[in-house]
């Protein structure tokens, strides 16, 4: 048996989400963020503040790893939380005035990697590859529940 990892989309699919996230991370460095908070600067980053159970729905993430994301970031000073006011249980988690200042130059780290990567590809093949992305997202997510 021959495996072949250039013909494999699960390799292949991984090993690109390594390296975008060295690159990412790379460019984030600077600003005390890494790419394992970026599901919660894009799940608050408009503003928003979420329970730490819906946050880690929106985000995709396990609780305890979003636990623990949000333990450093509540450490680092890029969110905060406070008692949410139609449920005296939960806490509401959004992000801090300084992590929204940094909240663009987030975007523009991401917006360069993505552009490098992309770069590779005609316009057309752009937008094709994440449409195929966007399906076979969805159809692993959908197999999970199986």
Do not use: H
Request: hydrophobic fraction near 45%; charged fraction near 25%.
């Amino acid at each position: 048996m021959t495996l072949q990892r250039s013909r494999s989309a699960g390799y292949m699919t991984n090993w690109a989400a390594r390296l975008f996230a060295r690159a990412i991370d790379r460019r984030l460095k600077p600003l005390g963020i890494s790419s394992g908070q970026l599901p919660v600067f894009f799940a608050l980053g408009g503003g928003a503040a979420l329970s730490q159970r819906a946050l880690t729905e929106v985000a995709a993430i396990e609780q305890p790893t979003m636990a623990a994301t949000l333990a450093r970031m509540e450490r680092d000073g890029l969110v905060e939380k406070r008692p949410d006011p139609d449920d005296r249980r939960s806490t509401l988690v959004s992000l801090t005035p300084a992590a929204m200042e940094k909240a663009r130059a987030v975007r523009e780290a991401i917006d360069g990697v993505n552009a490098t990567a992309l770069s590779a590809l005609a316009p057309a093949e752009q937008a094709a590859y994440l449409d195929m992305l966007a399906k076979i997202i969805a159809a692993l997510d959908g197999a999970e529940g199986n």
